[in-house]
Nanobody, 123 residues
Framework: QVQLVESGGGLVQAGGSLRLSCEASGGTFKNYAMAWFRQAPGKEREFVARINKSGDIPTYVDSVKGRFTISRDNAKNTVYLQMNSLKLVDTAMYYC????????????????WGQGTQVTVSS
């Protein structure tokens, strides 16, 4: 059983930056692809970014390409999401996810979820 704990969310002005962290415990972190999803009020949870087990192949949804960077530190059992040039539409609850499926982009492929961290972008 893998436990995931996110941190780093908060309130930021449009154009600003935040760095989310997700620390894993209770399992072998390096065995999982890691991802970030987000869910805005009234909307479905959507894929944001993923990174492979070794941390050298990131993948992003088109809407965040060039603004967000996913990375991981397997020695620290932690995955990060650096978010720059934040927009109002980025406001959502952000969830860390662990998956045995290397190409995870769907919630159904996620094995473990974190509890979420709120990101609110103001004008």
């Amino acid at each position: 059983q893998v436990q995931l704990v996110e941190s780093g969310g908060g309130l930021v002005q449009a154009g600003g930056s935040l760095r989310l962290s997700c620390e894993a415990s209770g399992g072998t972190f390096k065995n999982y692809a890691m991802a970030w999803f987000r869910q805005a009020p009234g909307k479905e949870r959507e894929f944001v970014a993923r990174i492979n087990k070794s941390g050298d192949i990131p993948t992003y949804v088109d809407s965040v390409k060039g603004r967000f960077t996913i990375s991981r530190d397997n020695a620290k059992n932690t995955v990060y999401l650096q978010m720059n040039s934040l927009k109002l539409v980025d406001t959502a609850m952000y969830y860390c996810a662990a998956s045995r499926f290397p190409f995870v982009t769907r919630s159904s492929a996620v094995n473990y979820w974190g509890q979420g961290t709120q990101v609110t972008v103001s004008s």
